[in-house]
């Protein structure tokens, strides 16, 4: 079942690109983006990749922590977050467990993961869910649109 504007962010631990094991709880204190996209390195997940690496400056002056979560390995993830310079952790999820745990839908009609971002607040309440399998800066704008920023 998907997770729903209100809920609690559920318990989970992941690794991130340089080894180290993040949990739900880590999070808690702080408001959240946690976006979820189908592969390293792929046309589309690069894009939404390099367009919240563009953006977190503005997400940190506002002390929001940005997070991307995909089925890839740590080690892909260093790769590929090195590659492209992305300044914010990516969580390794290569059961799909956390993926799962908040009811992230399959994209293109079933046949990859979803690309979904959840936009949490200092307590862990869900406040935006978007959505948009094609649109790569639709999720950095709709989540900025979530805590009210305007783009300087």
Known sequence: MPLRIGEIIPDFKAFNQFGTEISSSDLKGKNTVLFFYPKDDTYMCTKEAC????????????????????ADSISQHADFAQKHGLNYMLLSDEKNHIRNLFGVPRGLMGLLPGRVTYCFDEQGILLSLIEASLSAEYHVQEALKTYKITKS
């Open 51 to 70: 367009s919240f690496r563009d953006a977190n400056d503005e997400f940190l002056r506002h002390e929001i922590q940005v997070f991307g979560i995909s």
